[in-house]
């Protein structure tokens, strides 16, 4: 199922660059997973899928001597939840990829993964317009707000989007005749993104979501966590009514209080 998403992504994405006269792809079986590089004058890209994070991926680098200089620097990523459907899941990553290397939207993308560097243990790791972009595969809705979002601030209040947009859903969800299939893949997701997400999507999960959804509503989505998230729960319900201080810098260990409050002021 995945080499079926990734020859979409490989086609529709191939088909813009082609357009604008980068070669067909060169397509390679690597240690994480396939990847296929089209190599243009001046640039290269690469599309990646790691099968053990189930992630695709977009690379950019220079090029040097008609050859890709292999100095990647990484511009976009997905995650793939088959159960999303195939052909619609990767065709929206296919778009992301094209907007990302092609349009307007370019250097914004580019630069979003650097933002972190300066916490080495986030290298890699989902950030928070990720964790709410997932969740627009669950809510399409959303994709309409957080494209407003956007347009009024400029970027997405990561912390008063998902209080405000998508905890009531999620909430809603819980409830008598909601959709329990949409629930619990939303208990996969937020176990999914607990474990690959930085710090502040850890924060969203715990602090804000689960936090911000009645007891019931949360209980209902704790028979889809995974280890990982299970104790984060459990953890952070003790949290859950009071008030948190950001943290000295001296006591790292305490990040989540900081995180938190510090999020959305540092947007």
């Known amino acids: 199922m995945e080499q079926k998403a990734f020859d979409l992504i ?4 191939g088909a813009a660059l082609q357009e604008r006269g980068f070669a067909k792809a060169e397509r390679k079986q690597g240690k994480e997973g396939p990847r296929a590089v089209f190599l243009g004058k001046e640039t290269a890209f690469c599309v990646l899928y790691q099968e053990k994070k189930r992630r695709f991926e977009l690379y950019r680098c220079g090029v040097s001597g008609s050859k ?5 620097t990484r511009l976009s990523m997905w995650l793939f939840d088959p159960e999303e459907g195939e052909a619609g899941q990767a065709g929206d990553i296919a778009d992301d990829f094209i907007e990302t290397a092609c349009g307007p939207q370019q250097t914004v993308t580019a630069v979003r993964p650097a933002r ?7 290298n890699g790791n989902v950030d928070t317009l ?26 997405v209040r990561a912390v008063t989007f998902t209080r405000s947009r998508l905890v009531p859903r ?54 889809f966590f995974n280890e990982e ?21 001296k006591k790292s260990q305490k990040y989540m209080a900081e995180t938190l409050n510090e999020m959305d002021r540092k947007r």
Request: contains cysteine; proline residues 3%.
């Open 10 to 13: 490989l086609s529709k994405f």
């Open 68 to 72: 890709a200089d292999e100095n990647w």
């Open 116 to 122: 972190k560097k300066h916490r080495k243990e986030d």
């Open 130 to 155: 990720f964790f709410l972009n997932r969740f627009a595969g669950v809510f399409p809705d959303m994709k309409d707000e957080l494209a407003e979002e956007r347009a009024l601030y400029g970027s």
């Open 170 to 223: 999620i909430e809603a969800l819980s409830s008598s005749g909601g959709d329990k299939d949409s629930l619990a893949r939303c208990g996969r997701l937020l176990s999914e993104l607990y474990v690959n997400g930085d710090m502040d999507v850890r924060s969203l999960v715990t602090m804000v979501v689960l936090n911000g959804l009645s007891g019931g509503a949360a209980e209902e989505l704790k028979p």
């Open 229 to 249: 998230l299970a104790k984060g729960y459990k953890a952070g319900k003790k949290m859950k009514g009071k008030k948190v201080k950001p943290e000295k810098k």
